[in-house]
């Protein structure tokens, strides 16, 4: 396992559309654990492939609140609702935050590592996460969902250290770097 580097805008890779992924190989299960590594190194809760300059449909996630990482090839959004206000950053964009707006709750459809279809229903970070990384496969960035152009500030180094402390201390998905 190894560290990648993640892309910075403007990669014109971060704007490319990911293919599906045929099979899941030890090519494409050692790619999905580098990215976990790369992931959890940069401290963000979520990672796409295109970031580390491969344009398969892979993203990998680590929610605050669990153990493990998940790993989803070909992952999808087969249904969503509603709509609400919330904060994100990217590892791709670093330095910046904006607001956008994300579903209240999607359904989710992917293949895990072990090659098996998972479905669920999402809200909350998990769902705001699933976009935003999904997002990256189809070549969209947050910047994208922007309403308003000046909804896209720039932070500070302290301001990053402060945000960190207050989602630990809070149940808001606001003020979280995604990915
Ligand atoms: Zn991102």
């Not at 344009?55 to 989803?72: A, C, F, G, K, T």
């Not at 904060?87 to 791709?92: A, D, I």
């Not at 990384?133 to 947050?142: A, F, K, S």
Request: net charge negative.
């Amino acid at each position: 396992m190894s560290l990648l580097p993640i892309l910075e805008i403007p990669h014109p890779i971060l704007r490319k559309k990911a293919k599906r992924v045929r099979s899941i190989t030890k090519k494409e299960l050692n790619l999905a654990y580098n990215m976990v590594d790369t992931m959890r190194e940069a401290g963000g809760i979520g990672l796409a492939a295109n970031q580390v300059g491969e344009l398969w449909r892979i993203i990998v996630l680590q929610m605050p609140d669990e153990e493990e990482s998940r790993i989803y090839f070909n992952p999808e959004i087969i249904k969503t609702s509603g709509s609400r206000e919330v904060e994100e950053g990217c590892l791709s964009l670093p330095g910046y935050r904006g607001i956008v707006n994300r579903s209240m709750w999607i359904k989710f459809q992917g293949l895990d590592h072990t090659d098996q279809i998972v479905k669920f229903e999402a809200e909350n970070l998990l769902s705001q996460v699933l976009e935003h990384e999904i997002d990256h496969l189809n070549g969209i960035l947050y910047t994208d969902h922007l309403a308003e152009h000046q909804q896209l500030y720039s932070v500070t180094q302290e301001d990053e250290e402060f945000d960190e402390q207050s989602v630990e201390t809070t149940e808001s998905p606001a003020s979280i770097q995604i990915d």
